[in-house]
């Protein structure tokens, strides 16, 4: 963050925190809706990153708003201390998920065939730990087609956002009709995503960072 909370600001997050690194199981937070409306009011803006109108941004990019829109999907992922995902993660061919580590540490790989009657077997094996709240863990990108998981190392509980974007075509299906059906799941969290996350400006580079 930009700046860290104060007063009451402060005591909403780290009850939130509590909570979150309280989770008893993998629990994965459905945010797409949150971040749609964020990427809506930037390209509608009359300032928007092309210094174009809306429509005419759509018009460039060949699609239309809805169809944009529907390819982005933001999930938040909380895991208590040595667990694991227990269904992978799916993104298809030509789709793109970014991911950043919140706090703890994460291990994330690729599930791929290993042959006849034979479990899927673990390639691709990278670990991130945040050990102090100003760390900033680098970005990653997972691109689609293999199955992924994510595994929380044993030093305690871990959060990992995730930021997708689909290939043209696609639409980002909603997490219930996901049937991830032996992980937990929520819709959404009373505790709004504009004040839990913030984005400010790299003064080295022309980026933004969460």
């Known amino acids: 963050p930009s700046e860290r909370p104060r007063g009451l600001d402060r005591d909403e997050a780290g009850n939130w925190l509590r909570w979150m690194k309280a989770v008893p199981e993998p629990l994965v937070v459905e945010l797409s809706h949150y971040l749609r409306d964020a990427v809506d009011s930037i390209f509608m803006g009359d300032d928007n990153i092309y210094n174009m109108s809306g429509d005419e941004t759509f018009k460039m990019l060949r699609t239309t708003k809805k169809e944009w829109l529907d390819r982005l999907g933001c999930r938040l992922i909380l895991m208590p201390s040595g ?34 009657n034979r479990p899927k077997r673990r390639t691709s094996e990278v670990v991130a730990t945040k050990v102090k709240v100003d760390d900033s863990i680098p970005c990653w990108i997972n691109y689609g087609g293999p199955d992924r998981k994510y595994e929380a190392l044993d030093m305690g509980s871990c959060a990992v956002i995730e930021f997708i974007i689909l290939p043209k075509g696609e639409t980002m299906p909603f997490l219930f009709t996901n049937q991830r059906q032996d992980d937990m799941a929520l819709s959404q969290i009373v505790w709004s995503p504009f004040q839990m996350f913030k984005l400010f400006s790299n003064a080295d580079e022309e980026t933004v960072v969460l």
């Open 83 to 116: 667990s694991e995902l227990k269904q992978p993660l799916r993104v298809p061919n030509g789709g793109l998920a970014f991911g950043k580590l919140l706090y703890g540490g994460a291990k994330r790989f690729r599930l791929l065939p290993a042959g006849k």
